[in-house]
């Protein structure tokens, strides 16, 4: 029998309610459940440009950063707006920037951290589809032919992943070979060093390839974990 485990991940804002842990500081003291069998680890092709305004400018993006940030820490926004270049113009636009920015900060590099814990037991996955939006792999999830009253064999294979998954531990096990568009076998994650995770599953419009996938960049995550913590420290809220 395999153990499952569903994460949720809130983010709360209340009168006299402090987070004094966010998700990248709280695996090096070793906070993490450790009964994991299997994971699928997932994001979309495109996490952040839902959320970064038409109107924003690089003055916006500084001043999200500075409010999600305690006031002493000046250090580590200073380098924030260095590595996101928000400090001057640079040739990537504001949005392409704005949405760099949150993908990394509020999504992709929480999946480093649950690799630094899971790596030998986790599968990844990228949802693409239409260049997919942040929440948009949930259509395919929920996806029932009889309610629909339309059928997309694209969903029905990303499906029984995730059913095979529930059953075995494994999404390779009962996955449906004789869909079209085919599945294919889905490794493990690969080298969690690596600056690129291998072996991400891509769920493309016409189906699935294995990619290195370039948005969970080892070194763009080492970043904010080690700002992270830093700040963390500083505060007096983590003793490491």
Not at 37 to 52: A, C, K, Q, R, W
Not at 69 to 91: C, G, Q, R, V
Not at 119 to 138: C, E, F, I, R
Not at 143 to 158: A, C
Request: one cysteine or more.
């Amino acid at each position: 029998m395999y153990k499952r485990q569903l994460l949720i991940l809130l983010k709360v804002r209340s009168p006299g309610l402090v987070i004094h842990n966010c998700q990248l500081t709280s695996s090096p003291p070793g906070n993490y459940w450790r009964h994991l069998d299997s994971l699928i680890i997932s994001h979309v092709y495109d996490e952040g440009s839902p959320f970064v305004g038409n109107d924003s400018t690089l003055e916006s993006l500084s001043g999200y950063l500075k409010s999600s940030f305690p006031t002493y820490a000046t250090e580590a926004i200073s380098t924030l707006e260095d590595y996101y270049h928000l400090k001057k113009p640079s040739n990537e636009s504001v949005s392409a920037i704005g949405s760099r920015l949150i993908r990394d900060s509020l999504f992709t590099c929480n999946i480093r951290d649950i690799l630094r814990e899971y790596s030998k037991k986790s599968y990844l996955m990228q949802y693409s589809p239409k260049a997919a939006t942040h929440g948009q792999d949930v259509f395919a999830l929920w996806y029932s032919p009889k309610l629909w009253n339309v059928s997309i064999p694209l969903f029905s294979g990303y499906q029984s992943y995730f059913l095979s998954h529930a059953i075995t531990g494994d999404p390779n096990t009962r996955r449906d070979r004789d869909i079209n568009p085919p599945t294919i076998a889905w490794p493990r994650v690969g080298d969690i060093n690596a600056e690129k995770l291998e072996n991400t599953l891509d769920v493309v419009d016409t189906g699935y390839k294995l990619i290195a996938d370039d948005q969970v960049l080892k070194s763009t995550c080492d970043l904010w974990q080690k700002l992270l913590l830093d700040v963390t420290k500083q505060g007096g809220y983590l003793d490491i």
